[in-house]
Nanobody
Framework: QVQLVESGGGLVQAGGSLRLSCAAS????????MTWFRQAPGKQRDLVASITSGGSTNYKDSVKGRFTISRDNAKNTMYLQMNSLKPEDTAAYYCYAIVEVKFGNFLSFWGQGTQVTVSS
């Protein structure tokens, strides 16, 4: 029904920057909250940042001031600008969205993930 495709991951040195994108496609009436999660090997999946359709944002404490979440509602796309990257930011980053696939019918979807590796 709905596909979420992440892109923009890669290998970067500490202090560098990356910009992740998450593009949603399929049967979409409206997308409500969109969220970035990350999961490092052997650890649980954690919320990194979220953004509502109105633009309200929420961040994990450890990324505040370094990461910026944004979205383009017309393109059904979410972004994560990551600056001043640290080795501890290394993880697979996943996109998550709550989608109103038709009026009053809400479903949630995950992307396949994109790997971010920060070298020291």
């Amino acid at each position: 029904q709905v596909q979420l495709v992440e892109s923009g991951g890669g290998l970067v040195q500490a202090g560098g920057s990356l910009r992740l994108s998450c593009a949603a496609s399929g049967t979409i009436f409206r997308i409500t909250t969109m969220t970035w999660f990350r999961q490092a090997p052997g650890k649980q999946r954690d919320l990194v940042a979220s953004i509502t359709s109105g633009g309200s944002t929420n961040y994990k404490d450890s990324v505040k001031g370094r990461f910026t979440i944004s979205r383009d509602n017309a393109k059904n796309t979410m972004y994560l600008q990551m600056n001043s990257l640290k080795p501890e930011d290394t993880a697979a980053y996943y996109c998550y969205a709550i989608v109103e696939v038709k009026f009053g019918n809400f479903l949630s979807f995950w992307g396949q993930g994109t790997q971010v590796t920060v070298s020291s």
